[in-house]
């Protein structure tokens, strides 16, 4: 078993599979240990899956269904968008491939490595099967004990059939499991003496079985133990230990006594992580809600005629009933956002911003003082250099997950790869590491949300907002704590961002530009990163699988690895397919605009202007022959917004767009999965795209 984690043995999987849900469904025996084990690991990387538990009697026809393999051997089960993965050994190879450094199981050390792996495969084989089968043996002939430890939590048709047919299930498990093979007595006996073997590796006061990190052999030595120590925090099922017959309840407390015993309940309680509750899983949409998901797709792919009919017939339209005015044609909008002193941001961003007790300067306008001194510092901590950093980081990512990917003959972009790959950059680049993937992604979230797309101040969108911003807040404060410490014991600090900073501000000079400060910028240039670049490269490859001709160059381009090209493609495409159709200002005073024109175009005081830069990039006076699809055009984008307030992250976003793109574009033959996740952004979450599935050969 230790084979297949180490990469001897390949991952198990299925590929004739169809599933389109945004959170994973893990499928389990009720009471396994192998099951507790992935359950574990999924937990520990919080991740939020559907727990569907069956009665380990009838489980195994139900995996066999599932996995398209007989046998009793293929639980648990958990299916992906992109992958149905299944056994324990399987899905934990998995999510050690993809798991953040300070969550992985299996130690780099090679040597360390086989010490873990050696005990994990000793836990989940011959001690598996014995502690399985004494369990077992015990449970069976006490029908009423046995159906009230297997009937909790599984589906109620289930629970009937397990009742009414106990007699006849019961034998045919006894005869499965083998149970006349050996006595419960030879077992028990073979059970003590790896507990013994495990007090003894333990003898030394080490903290866990290899050292003073918990690794992958803890997990599954508490995890198999489980049904013989009776942990609260086991995630399947385990009964009250007043409930269990005499002869088992006697070894429970027997074995809860002994060192190996405690250590169990020690990692129970100190070290498995809460499983995340179901009632975050999000529903799924009804008809209705499909049907006008069927006709927003039809209609957004229409939708740069839109951007042209505005810019050509409604260079400026107000609004009717409220104070709102686009701006649609590309001179016009040009003078309307270099004039950043009539046409601001504070009355849009600042309030929010603040609020979240995350003040940035591109919530600042350039009249306040602030906005050039703290930008200007920020500055300072970034090299020209950096880009190519940046780049090899993404590709090198990128080209990973997708060799990884390769067997499976589908890739989940969104959930798969620009998200792990962008959680790994805030680390790599920006030096703030996530406390998990799941936790990183729901912060930039709900931060994003509420400043760029909460239109009707939703109070319940910006307290979960304000909730994420202070957690971030403490997350980022206790890291900036934890590198000055280090300064301090005379280490040197890697070369990020965040810890560029801190140098910084040690000059004397700098002294004004303090940990708030500090956390306050560091997380307004994390914010955005997440669901914009995200974002930005579904809607990339959306437009490209629309153009069946435009994507024979744009595949070309990305095996010829040719990125100024491909950025030419990235361009176009969200030309056509915008992550953002605009910017917002605000206009406090009565203001006159003209452009080129002769025309002048009034906005009075106290309005709300969106500069459509979606259809000013449909001006033929600035992109000539405006709907043919054109990656080597020489005009200027807006796609990042234009002038001051411009995106930050334009620069790095245009490599990690780009990278991301030529990634999936390598791929054999790749083309968009049927159904709803390879359909316009696939399964969204709201505005944002979850999930977006392409297969491939």
């Not at 010490?115 to 004494?134: K, N, Q």
């Not at 603040?354 to 602030?370: E, H, I, T, V």
Request: contains cysteine; proline residues 5%; charged residues 25%.
């Amino acid at each position: 078993m230790a084979n297949n984690i180490n990469g001897q043995v390949p991952i198990k999987f299925r590929k004739d599979f169809s599933y389109c849900k945004q959170t994973p469904t893990f499928v389990t025996n009720n009471v396994g240990g192998s099951d507790e084990i992935a359950r574990w690991v999924l937990d520990l990387n919080d991740i939020l899956y559907k727990d569907e538990p069956h009665a380990p009697i009838l489980s195994a026809a139900i995996m066999t269904k599932l996995t398209g393999v007989p046998g009793m051997n293929n639980n648990p089960v958990l299916i992906k968008t992109d992958a149905l993965i299944y056994s324990a050994d399987s899905i934990v190879k998995y999510f050690d491939q993809r798991s953040l450094p300070s969550k992985t199981l299996i130690p780099k050390d090679q040597q360390k490595a086989q010490e873990v792996l050696a005990l994990y495969d000793l836990f989940t084989g011959d001690y598996e099967y014995a502690m399985s089968r004494y369990v077992y043996s015990l449970m069976i002939p006490n029908k009423n004990f046995a159906t009230s430890v297997i009937t909790k939590r599984i589906p109620w048709n289930e629970k009937l059939t397990c009742r009414l047919r106990y007699s006849s299930l019961s034998r045919i498990l006894q005869e499965q499991l083998d149970l006349s093979e050996s006595t419960p007595g030879e077992r028990l006996a073979y059970i003590k003496t790896i507990f013994k073997q495990v007090e003894d590796l333990l003898s030394d006061g080490r903290k866990y079985l290899t050292g003073e990190k918990i690794t992958l052999a803890d997990i599954a030595f508490a995890s198999v133990s489980a049904p013989l120590i009776v942990p609260y925090e086991f995630g399947g099922v385990v009964p009250p230990i007043n409930e269990t017959p005499p002869e088992l309840r006697k070894t429970i407390n027997e074995l809860r006594t002994t060192i190996a015993g405690q250590f169990v309940l020690r990692l129970y309680y100190e070290d498995r992580p809460s499983m995340r509750s179901q009632k975050e899983i999000p529903g799924d949409p009804n008809m209705v809600a499909r049907i006008f998901q069927k006709i927003a797709l039809s209609m957004g792919r229409r939708k740069s005629n839109l951007f042209y009919f505005l810019q050509n017939h409604f260079p400026v339209l107000k609004i009717p009933f409220v104070k709102i005015m686009t701006v649609n044609k590309n001179d016009l909008l040009v003078e309307l956002l270099s004039r950043d002193e009539d046409f601001t941001v504070e009355e849009i961003n600042a309030k929010k911003m603040s609020n979240q007790k995350g003040a940035f300067f591109l919530g600042m306008d350039k009249m306040n003082p602030q906005f050039d001194r703290e930008r200007d510092f920020v500055r300072k901590a970034t090299k020209k250099e950096d880009l190519d950093l940046i780049r090899n980081f993404v590709r090198t990512s990128a080209d990973e997950i997708t060799r990884e990917a390769q067997q499976y003959g589908r890739l989940d972009v969104a959930n798969d790869l620009c998200f792990p790959v962008l959680v790994r950059l805030l680390d790599f680049y920006f030096g703030v590491p996530a406390p998990s993937e799941a936790k990183m992604r729901a912060w930039l979230r709900a931060l994003f949300y509420d400043l760029f797309l909460n239109f009707t101040n939703n109070e319940v969108k910006h307290q979960k907002a304000v909730d994420a911003s202070l957690a971030r807040k403490e997350w980022i404060l206790d890291l900036i704590k934890d590198r000055k410490q280090e300064l301090k014991d005379g280490k040197t600090l890697d070369d990020n961002i965040l810890n560029r900073l801190i140098l910084m501000q040690q000059e004397p000079a700098n002294k004004w530009f303090d940990d708030d400060a500090l956390q306050r910028n560091i997380g307004g240039l994390l914010t955005g990163i997440m669901e914009t670049t995200n974002k930005a490269t579904i809607l990339v490859l959306d437009e490209l699988f629309n153009r069946p001709s435009v994507l024979t160059g744009a595949i070309e381009t990305a095996q010829n690895r040719d990125m100024k090209k491909m950025y030419g493609y990235v361009s176009e495409a969200l030309r056509f397919n915008p992550a953002q159709p605009g910017v917002i200002r605000y206009s406090e005073t009565a203001q006159t605009i003209k452009g080129k024109g002769d025309k002048a175009y009034k906005i009075p005081a106290r309005t709300t202007v969106f500069a459509l830069t979606a259809a000013a990039m449909f001006d033929p006076a600035a992109f000539p022959d405006p709907k043919t699809f054109n990656p080597e055009r020489d005009s200027v984008y807006m796609n990042y917004g234009f002038a001051l307030h411009e995106c930050y992250g334009k620069y790095i976003n245009a490599v990690t767009i780009s990278e991301f793109t030529a990634a999936v574009l390598r791929l054999k033959n790749v083309r968009r999965e049927k159904g709803r996740t390879g359909q316009g952004t696939g399964l969204k979450a709201g505005p944002f795209p979850n999930n977006f599935v392409v297969a491939f050969d």
